[in-house]
């Protein structure tokens, strides 16, 4: 346990970093750039994650188990990570190509053209950045400090190289020359720490590993149905403006977010060998974590909702106190989202049952695909904001319906701990 809490309290800083910057970079350019730019400029971003879907594939979740396995073997570990690397930039030129075509012949998203080319060091950045071998080998106080590094050295750029609406392009091109910079200091350290050295990637690796993250790739594809999907498609129904509101509420809310994502990192190793030797210790651990993650995940939606428009104005300046009941709408999700990650990473899929996953995820995709359009049409972010609440309350009242069947003593063990949350 004493290793799991250091983990998750390193995890914590880069977390913390990725919370207070967005925080410091986000309202100046929501500010100087004006709802409809700053809409652009959030669309944008929505759409490259298309590109990093792809690109990340499933390697993520499945090369850190792999990793654990192999960190005593650096021949081995050498042709993994150089294996994932290759795949990576492969799947990227692939995506590429299909998102460009779209955006130039789509009329509403023709805008983003120019500004796509200047979001591709994001792009290489963010799937360069080998956060699934620091966290394998263990070494998260130097995944903490690439983090905060690159993060930090983005906030004099922007503060120096956008000052207005006609400084969209330099605000993309500045983060991702961010994104690029924190990659590099993470391969740097890879390069000093790890002693991994060029091995070429073979058919069987390459086979192996896309195999092993077939199912997170499609649950992946499946979540983002119900979140990037989500803004393009408000983008495309409801322009740049509504754009504006639903990323202002839904940034406010991912901070509270974000701070979970310490706890299922660090949690994700330890759950992966549990799962394997003693499922019971499993439960045990998740019995202990769920009261935290209730506990603040409630109070933190109870101070979004009571001061929802005090912190619009805050952070995000006059022109966005429209984004107020979307914030209303968003505010508890992240305790949502919590147990369906608990649920569905830490002991479905860590126990080789992504297929179970993968048929909720997909169940709530279809919920999704169904009910964004309309919503969207009749209440704008609002719309889009009760279609991703629900979506993501379906996806894990049937999760915890999977693991309470094919775990049966999952829901006696955890029980206790709502016991233990309403005392």
Not at 207 to 226: E, L, P, W
Not at 292 to 321: K, M
């Amino acid at each position: 346990m004493a290793t799991l809490y250091k983990n998750i309290s390193l995890l914590s800083i880069i977390q913390i970093a990725n919370v207070l910057i967005p925080l410091a970079t986000l309202p100046y350019l929501a500010r100087v750039m004006g709802t409809e730019t700053f809409g652009q400029y959030a669309l944008l971003f929505a759409v490259l994650q298309y590109v990093i879907l792809v690109a990340e594939y499933g390697f993520n979740l499945s090369t850190t188990k792999k990793i654990v396995n192999v960190k005593n073997d650096i021949s081995q570990l050498s042709r993994v990570f150089w294996t994932v690397m290759l795949c990576k930039l492969v799947l990227l030129c692939i995506a590429w190509i299909p998102v460009w075509v779209l955006v130039n012949i789509s009329e509403k998203f023709r805008s983003l053209q120019e500004l796509m080319i200047w979001g591709l060091p994001y792009v290489v950045g963010f799937i360069l950045f080998p956060h699934w071998l620091l966290q394998g080998l263990d070494l998260m106080k130097e995944m903490a400090v690439a983090s905060v590094v690159g993060r930090v050295a983005l906030l004099p750029m922007l503060y120096y190289g956008v000052n207005g609406p006609e400084d969209l392009s330099h605000a993309v091109g500045l983060t991702g020359l961010s994104a690029c910079l924190t990659a590099f200091i993470a391969l740097w350290v890879v390069s000093r720490k790890t002693g991994v050295q060029w091995q070429r990637p073979d058919r069987n690796s390459i086979h192996s590993s896309i195999k092993d993250g077939a199912y997170i790739f499609a649950s992946s594809v499946a979540t983002n149905i119900y979140s990037v999907s989500v803004v393009v498609l408000l983008g495309y129904a409801g322009g740049p403006v509504e754009v504006a509101r639903f990323t202002v509420a839904d940034k406010l809310r991912q901070a509270v977010q974000v701070m979970l994502t310490p706890v299922q990192q660090a949690l994700y190793p330890r759950m992966s060998e549990l799962m394997v030797k003693n499922p019971h210790e499993a439960f045990k651990l998740v019995r202990k974590i769920l009261p935290i993650v209730f506990s603040y995940c409630t109070f933190s939606g109870l101070v979004l909702v009571i001061a929802a428009d005090w912190l619009i104005q805050l952070i995000f300046g006059r022109g966005y106190e429209s984004a107020e009941p979307v914030l209303w709408v968003l505010a508890f999700l992240p305790l949502v989202v919590a147990i369906s990650g608990l649920l569905g990473v830490q002991i479905l899929t860590v126990s080789d049952r992504q297929g179970v996953v993968f048929r909720s995820l997909l169940m709530g995709a279809g919920f999704c695909v169904a009910a964004i359009y309309p919503l969207t049409l009749l209440w704008g972010a609002i719309g889009a904001a009760m279609t991703v609440f629900l979506t993501e309350l379906l996806i894990a009242l049937l999760l915890w319906w999977a693991v309470e069947r094919e775990f049966p003593e999952f829901g006696t063990i955890v029980r206790r701990a709502s016991r233990d949350v309403s005392v």
